[in-house]
Structure formats: structure tokens, C-alpha cells
């Protein structure tokens, strides 16, 4: 296996290219994953991809090494979020050094952890080691944890089966045992258009949609009323908010429609679909009568994604993996977050969440990650590869 200097270089080298790749989950990863393949049939390493329905994003996996059992998967995402209104100093797609900071949009969510997978591939490749070492790069993981399911259909079906899989988020290279699932719900409210004054003669999508959103508070307060003060989340409740929300067209006019979006996170333990029972019974209720009134009128619920929750897998060999690679012998740690790790859990996999750099940094103008993140997960990959060989 390479040296950690080395893995540090060559893991420079790749971020510099993946952070030039705009990869905003609204927009296509397949330049990123073309690099990817490249990359990797460079090495000898044959990739698939898994696509969207219509082409235009994919998640890749690959198997370096091997084709036996107890090998271990590093998964990470591709995308990124937008930085539109956001005031950076620098272009966010060019990889920028200041001191020893590294700065550009998916630094550190997840494009470091990305970039020292990369780098651990040649020395995989040079087949000296006993069990393999797995890529799962997944797409839309930032927009619900869309991509990744269709990948993990395809990695149980068709690897031997791996000892651990580590979702790199970053964690500042410390191991996170569990996360809480996030759930979304889009709701549409259609009323009746009429002059503001003659209320009689329209209905106000918007004066509905208000009733139904006071509803989604009162449930967000009395989840917050009922935590568990030993939880290791932070807050120790399930949490719930209204993150979108856009309704009419002018000032004198009832409103004929009002959109809003919401997400309900939950810890393990806790079902979203029985929490949120009362809110569909709410909008069943003003959609029986608005029609009532209207035939055009009602309300509709979609859900858009449902991620599930990642429960701490005591002594599991993936958490045991990852803190004797990581040298961490700290109490057990869960996030607030939601990532891919649940889902790969539900699938039967151990799982961890381990990666560089700091969550609290994510999402941000002047997103960056330290130099010394990318030297620990060097010497994390190093680790691992000694580990396996």
C-alpha cells in the first residue's frame, strides 16, 4: 500500500478535479463519473453505473481487488448543494488554497472522502491484498438520499459479501454510530380565485394552507415536549419544519394555489408514518371541504423522499473497523443529520459513518476543509489497506 504522504498527494490531486466538476444536484454528475471510470480503467478496474431514469445522473460502483467476501465498501455521495446567493471569495469550483485550508463547494461534503478513495485505488490495484476494497459513489443524496437505493440493490445482488461499508461524511475522521432519518412531504392546496373583497364567491388556498401548517407546529412542539433526554442527538427529539412554502399571486386575489414542503426527522425507534398520521387526517379533512365548495378546490400530500434512520450497531464490525482506522476510541457519537448509512443498514450491511473535515462547514459560502483532515484520511486509507492485505 501506498504511504500516507503519497495517499495525501494523489488524494490533492483527485479533489482538485472532482471540486471542478459542478455537480449541484440539480444538474448532471456524469463529467464526475466519467473521471471516475477513467480513472479507474487506468488502473484495470472495470466500473458500473446504476442511472436515473432518464440518464442524465448515475451512481458508480466498483470492486479494486479480489472478488471474496469481507471486503469493505467506501460509499460517499456526488453531489452538491447550490451556492446561489451565497458570497464566496473565491470561485467555489476551482479548489483554492489559503493557509491551510482548502476551499470550494463539496470540500467536505463529500468530495474529500471521495478524493482519498481515489487515491487508495492503485495501490489496491497492484493486487497485493487478501480482500477487496468496493466504491459506491451515489447521486441526489443531498435532495433525499435519492440515488443510492438503486446502487444498494445492485451491491447486495452482486458483491461477495463485504465486512463493513463506511459512508464517509464528514465527521472530522471520528467515528458517528447513528443519524437520524429525514422523511418529505410536498403539499399542494388549490383554491378558488375571486376578488379579495368578495370572499363569499372564492377560497383562499393560502388561508388553507396556513390551518394545515399550524397543525404540522403543533405536532413539531409536542414532538420536542416528548424527547428522550438521554438521546444522543442533538436536539434529543424528532424534528419537524416547513422549509418551503409559496402560495398566490397578488395581494387583492384569493389565492388559487399554495405550495408548501416539509421535513420530519426522526431518531431510531421512531416512525415517521405514525407522527405524522394527524397531518394527513387534517388535509383529508379541508380537502373533503374545500370540494365541497369546489369542485377545482382540494388538497394533495406527496411524499418525496423517506430515509430511514441509522441506529448505533454496538461492538458491529464496521464500528469496530473504523475506530481501530481512525485510532478513536471516544463515546459513541450519532448526528442530527441524515445520510445514506440507514439505508445501507436496512439493506443488511454493517455500517459507519467516518470521513474528513467538519459538518459545520457544509452548506457554506467559503465551504473548506483542512489540510490536516486530508493527512488523517490518508492515513486512515493506509491503515485500511494494511488491514486487508
Not at 33 to 48: D, K, M, Q, T, W
Not at 148 to 159: G, Q
Not at 168 to 190: A, F, L, Q
Request: net charge negative; charged share 20%; hydrophobic share 40%.
Amino acid at each position: 500500500m501506498d504511504t500516507t504522504d503519497q495517499l495525501r498527494s494523489a488524494a490533492l490531486t483527485h479533489l482538485e478535479a472532482l471540486i471542478g466538476f459542478d455537480t449541484t444536484s440539480r444538474d448532471s454528475n456524469l463529467r464526475l463519473i466519467e473521471y471516475v471510470e477513467a480513472f479507474l480503467a487506468g488502473h484495470g478496474v472495470i466500473s458500473r453505473r446504476v442511472a436515473n431514469a432518464e440518464g442524465t445522473k448515475a451512481n458508480l460502483y466498483a470492486t479494486i481487488g479480489p472478488a471474496v467476501a469481507g471486503g469493505v465498501v467506501l460509499s460517499g455521495h456526488t453531489d452538491v448543494v447550490p451556492v446561489d446567493g451565497q458570497a464566496w471569495s473565491s470561485d467555489p469550483f476551482v479548489l483554492t488554497r489559503r493557509g491551510e485550508r482548502l476551499y470550494g463547494r463539496g470540500t467536505c461534503d463529500m468530495k474529500g472522502f471521495l478524493a482519498l478513495a481515489l487515491a487508495s485505488v492503485p495501490g489496491f490495484a497492484r493486487g497485493t491484498s487478501a480482500r477487496p476494497i468496493h466504491l459506491a459513489f451515489s447521486y441526489d443524496e443531498e435532495v433525499g438520499c435519492i440515488g443510492a437505493p438503486s446502487m444498494i440493490e445492485k451491491l447486495v445482488t452482486n458483491l461477495p459479501a463485504p465486512l463493513a461499508v463506511i459512508v464517509g461524511e464528514p465527521t472530522s475522521m471520528e467515528v458517528v454510530s447513528g443519524h437520524k432519518g429525514i422523511s418529505t412531504w410536498r403539499v399542494t392546496v388549490t383554491g378558488h380565485e375571486a376578488h379579495s373583497s368578495l370572499t363569499h364567491l372564492g377560497l383562499s388556498a393560502n388561508m388553507i394552507a396556513v390551518g394545515l401548517m399550524e397543525r404540522l407546529r403543533q405536532i413539531g412542539e409536542d414532538l420536542a415536549r416528548h424527547g428522550d433526554p438521554d438521546s444522543p442527538y442533538h436536539p434529543p427529539h424528532a424534528t419537524l419544519t416547513i422549509g418551503l412554502i409559496n402560495g398566490g399571486t397578488a395581494v387583492n386575489i384569493l389565492a388559487r394555489e399554495c405550495t408548501f414542503s416539509f421535513d420530519l426527522r426522526t431518531p431510531p425507534g421512531q416512525d415517521p408514518d405514525t407522527i405524522i398520521v394527524p397531518f394527513l387526517d387534517a388535509c383529508a379533512t379541508a380537502h373533503r371541504t374545500a370540494q365541497a365548495q369546489f369542485a377545482d378546490a382540494g388538497v394533495s400530500v406527496i411524499r418525496r423522499s423517506a430515509t430511514p434512520s441509522f441506529a448505533p450497531e454496538r461492538d458491529g464490525a464496521a464500528e469496530v473497523l473504523a475506530r481501530r482506522l481512525a485510532g478513536d476510541n471516544g463515546p459513541t457519537r450519532a448526528a442530527a443529520y441524515a445520510a445514506e448509512a440507514g439505508q445501507f443498514q436496512r439493506a443488511g450491511f454493517s455500517t459507519i459513518i467516518c470521513g474528513p473535515g467538519s459538518i459545520e462547514q457544509a452548506h457554506q459560502a467559503d465551504e473548506f476543509i483542512d489540510l490536516a483532515q486530508i493527512e488523517r484520511g490518508a492515513a486512515f486509507m493506509r491503515r485500511l489497506g494494511e488491514t486487508l492485505g
